[in-house]
C-alpha cells in the first residue's frame, strides 16, 4: 500500500493506475472519502470498491470545514496507525492523508455552496456543515479522478449534497452509496460513537428503534409522513437522555419534507445523547 501526502501523488498515483490497468475493471480506480477512525462501515465501502474497482484508494482526512466552531474537530477520533493496518489488511492500495495546508493552501477562499440545500436536515442544526462536506468531497474528486466513489448511506443527506455536487459540477465520478452497517444491537457504525459511554450507547439504542418502527409502519402501508414522525416521536419520548434535533420524511433529492412517503423517500433522525451527535436513517420502501 503506497502512503500518500500530497494531491500531486494522489494524482499520478491514479493516472499511473488507469493506464496500466488496460480498459476493463482492473482499470477502475475507487475512491473511498473518510475521516479516519475506520470501523466496519468503512470496511464495508472498501470492500464495495475493491469489488468493483481495479485500485482502491482510501483518503483519511479529518476535514476542518465541516465543522462547526463549537464542534467536536479538535477531539474527533484519530487513530492513523490502526487505520493504515486496517486498510493494509482490506487490500488498499493507496491511502491519502494529506496535511490541512495541503487540502487548503494559505489564503484559499473557494467552497462549494450547494444552495438551499445545504441548510436541510444537518445543515440546519450545523450551519456550514454541507458547505464544508461538498468542498472537501469536490477538492478529492479533482485530486483522485476515480471512476467511483463510495459513501454510506448512513449520512444520507450528505449522500443528497455530494449527489447534487456531483451532477452540478458535471463530474465523472460515478456516486455509489453502500448501506448502513449496525452493531448486533441495531446501532448505526459511526467513528462518533467512540465518545459514548455504556449508558449512552443504550440510550442511542433510540435511533435504530425509531427507524425499525417506521420502516415497519410503511411496510404496513402508512404512508402519512405525520404518522411516521408521531410514531418516531414517541420512542424518543419514552428515552429523556434524547435529545431530538430532527425526526423528518423527506424527499431524498432535495431534503424537503413530504406530506405522503412515496417509494424512495428518505426518514431521518438526528439526536445528541450526552454531548454525542448521532444520526440514523432508513429509505422506506
Ligand atoms: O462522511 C465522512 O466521513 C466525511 O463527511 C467525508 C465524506 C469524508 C468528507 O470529509
Redesign the pocket.
Known amino acids: 500500500m503506497e502512503i500518500l501526502r500530497t494531491v500531486a501523488e494522489l494524482r499520478r498515483w491514479s493516472r499511473s493506475k488507469r493506464n496500466n490497468g488496460g480498459n476493463s475493471i482492473g482499470s477502475l480506480i475507487g475512491l473511498v472519502?473518510?475521516?479516519g477512525a475506520l470501523h466496519a462501515g468503512h470496511v464495508s465501502l472498501l470492500r464495495s470498491s475493491r469489488a468493483s474497482c481495479g485500485f482502491t484508494a482510501l483518503?483519511l482526512?479529518?476535514?476542518p470545514t465541516?465543522f462547526g466552531p463549537l464542534e467536536d474537530f479538535a477531539r474527533y477520533p484519530r487513530a492513523f496507525e490502526a487505520d493504515c493496518a486496517l486498510a493494509e489488511a482490506e487490500g488498499v492500495d493507496a491511502l491519502f492523508a494529506p496535511s490541512v495546508e495541503e487540502m487548503y493552501p494559505a489564503g484559499a477562499t473557494t467552497f462549494v455552496d450547494v444552495g438551499d440545500l445545504g441548510n436541510r436536515l444537518d445543515g440546519q442544526s450545523r450551519p456550514g456543515h454541507f458547505c464544508?462536506?461538498a468542498t472537501?468531497?469536490t477538492k478529492?474528486l479533482i485530486a483522485a479522478e476515480p471512476d467511483r466513489a463510495f459513501?454510506?448511506q448512513k449520512?444520507a443527506a450528505?449522500v443528497a449534497v455530494?449527489r447534487r455536487t456531483a451532477l452540478d459540477l458535471r463530474v465523472a465520478t460515478e456516486i455509489v452509496v453502500c448501506p448502513t452497517v449496525r452493531d448486533a444491537e441495531g446501532l448505526a457504525l459511526s467513528?462518533r460513537n467512540a465518545y459514548l459511554s455504556p449508558a449512552e450507547r443504550k440510550q442511542a439504542l433510540a435511533l435504530s428503534r425509531a427507524v425499525r418502527q417506521v420502516e415497519a409502519l410503511a411496510a404496513q402501508g402508512e404512508r402519512r409522513s405525520g404518522a411516521l414522525i408521531a410514531a418516531a416521536r414517541e420512542i424518543f419520548s419514552a428515552e429523556p437522555g434524547v435529545r431530538v434535533d430532527y425526526v423528518a420524511v423527506v424527499d431524498w433529492a432535495t431534503l424537503e419534507p413530504v406530506e405522503i412517503a412515496a417509494p424512495g423517500t428518505l426518514f431521518a433522525v438526528a439526536a445528541c445523547v450526552g454531548s454525542t451527535r448521532l444520526i440514523d436513517n432508513a429509505i422506506l420502501a
Open positions: 472519502p473518510t475521516m483518503s482526512f479529518v476535514n465541516q464544508g462536506v472537501v468531497v478529492l459513501f454510506g449520512d450528505q455530494i467513528s
